[in-house]
């Protein structure tokens, strides 16, 4: 089992790259098999996530090639495997082969997806975009079957009962060649929904109305090849924007698009923290005296559940009382308990997050619950006095590339063990 390692204390100084967004990649990806023709996206990120589903293309005999940040995805020769077990199962993302597959071949096999655990992660609302379009759609067995009826897939209106990322990117995918015209109502607005409809655009796709909540779809014969450059890791800027304010002596933030992140952004300022915003970089001064705020996390463009657990840690450095609610995930606090142990005064009562600052930090072993989680954790680990060991980061290697490095040349004193004791 592999640890991060962490001598906490040091001040952090220079400049940090944000890579290409991980929840835009792993939809982007699956989208790419619709063309008939290979597609090369760039700036996509070296994380796991990729890794695993550059395999499962392999499995569905998409042939590939991922250098330096380059991907190319050659569709010509895909076919629909049913896919039930194994990589398909161990990420999210896996379940927009449901959409991708149904377009292109009417019908597919696809395990329940993987991920994260963040409390309850049903997908009722990708299956009611897919049989609204005419598919039926059955559970067996922990696997998702879906099948166009006779007269193939048609366009329709489809009402969005809550606000879905992954809903709204399978009701596009799967809607896409459908002929006629589908509207997605109350879709979510998310700009990885804008970088995916873009890819999708430029195969020639016609799609209106991404970072809006009606999107209108107008289903097309063909899909070709295209190049696209995917677009900044929005959570990754965030977390590295945190990570500043908590233990940076100057710390700038490079290929941050600065309105995907407002909601972190403003609350930050609320709390005292000094930022330089330019084009495309944030330049976060050293801060000592925090202010405590209270979030809540809401859809795009609210605060991102995704940043409330690498926030967290800068609430602990913060003079006050302050609350955290997710909304989107109530039970995304598995990161507290494992704070506890560093010494944080934090707790949760009735999925509110209580926290009361300044607190100091001390090294402790922690395990990483979740990606975020694990964020949450190398920031806490990097303000503690003393040694911090944070294992299960396989979670955290599946969304953030090359972060030892990046952190290393930030002047961290980071580094990954393998450890043979096999224990948590
Ligand atoms: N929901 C349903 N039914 C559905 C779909 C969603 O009830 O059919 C609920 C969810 O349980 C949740 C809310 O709707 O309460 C929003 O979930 P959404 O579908 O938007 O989540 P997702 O698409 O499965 C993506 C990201 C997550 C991120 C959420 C934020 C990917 C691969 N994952 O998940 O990213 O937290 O959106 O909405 O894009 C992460 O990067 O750490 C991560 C977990």
């Not at 609350?267 to 000094?274: H, I, L, N, P």
């Not at 506890?340 to 395990?367: F, H, S, W, Y």
């Not at 003393?386 to 002047?411: C, M, P």
Request: hydrophobic share 45%.
């Amino acid at each position: 089992m592999r640890k991060f390692v962490i001598n906490g204390g040091r001040k952090l100084k220079g400049e940090v790259t944000v890579s290409g967004a991980k929840n835009s990649t792993v939809a982007l990806i699956p989208a790419a098999i619709l063309a008939d023709g290979p597609v090369i996206l760039e700036g996509v990120p070296d994380i796991e996530d990729v890794h695993a589903l550059i395999e499962i293309l392999g499995d569905f005999n998409v042939s590939t090639a991922f250098n330096n940040g380059t991907l190319v995805i050659d569709p010509v020769g895909m076919k629909s495997i049913p896919m039930t077990t194994g990589r398909i199962k161990s990420m999210r993302a896996s379940y927009y082969f449901m959409g991708a597959l149904l377009c292109k071949f009417g019908e597919g096999v696809i395990g329940m997806p993987g991920g994260c655990f963040l409390g309850p992660r049903p997908i009722d609302q990708h299956i009611k975009a897919f049989e609204a379009l005419g598919a039926i759609v059955k559970n067996e067995q922990g696997a998702i079957s879906l099948k166009s009826s006779e007269n193939g897939l048609q366009g329709t209106r489809i009402y969005m009962d809550l606000v879905s990322i992954g809903a709204t990117i399978n009701a596009i995918l799967s809607s896409v060649k459908a002929p006629g015209k589908t509207i997605i109502e109350n879709a979510a607005r998310e700009p990885e929904i804008i970088d995916v409809v873009t890819l999708l655009n430029k195969m020639g796709a016609k799609i209106r109305g991404a970072g809006t909540n009606v999107i209108r779809i107008e289903g097309v014969q063909e899909l070709h090849g295209c190049t696209h450059m995917i677009i900044p890791d929005r959570i990754e800027a965030g977390t590295y924007i945190s990570l500043a304010a908590a233990v940076g002596e100057g710390i700038l933030i490079k290929n941050v698009i600065y309105e995907h992140i407002e909601g972190l952004i403003s609350k930050m300022t609320e709390m005292g923290v000094r930022m330089d915003i330019d084009e495309d970089s944030i330049f976060v001064w050293p801060s000592e005296q925090l202010k405590m705020v209270s979030v809540k996390t809401q859809p795009y463009p609210g605060f991102a559940t995704d940043l409330q657990q690498p926030l967290t840690p800068l609430l602990l450095k913060a003079q006050g009382s302050g609350t955290i609610i997710d909304t989107i995930y109530p039970k995304r606090v598995n990161h507290i308990p494992e704070l506890v142990r560093m010494g944080a005064k934090a707790k949760v009562e009735e999925d509110t997050i209580l926290i009361d600052g300044p607190n100091e930090l001390q090294g402790a072993e922690v395990a990483a619950s979740d990606l975020r989680a694990g964020a949450a954790l190398i920031i806490a680990g990097l303000m503690a006095s003393g040694t911090t060991v944070v294992s299960n980061i396989e979670h955290i290697l599946r969304g953030y590339a090359q972060i030892v490095d990046k952190l290393t040349a930030l002047g961290a004193d980071i580094r990954m063990i393998e450890d043979e004791s096999n224990e948590n």
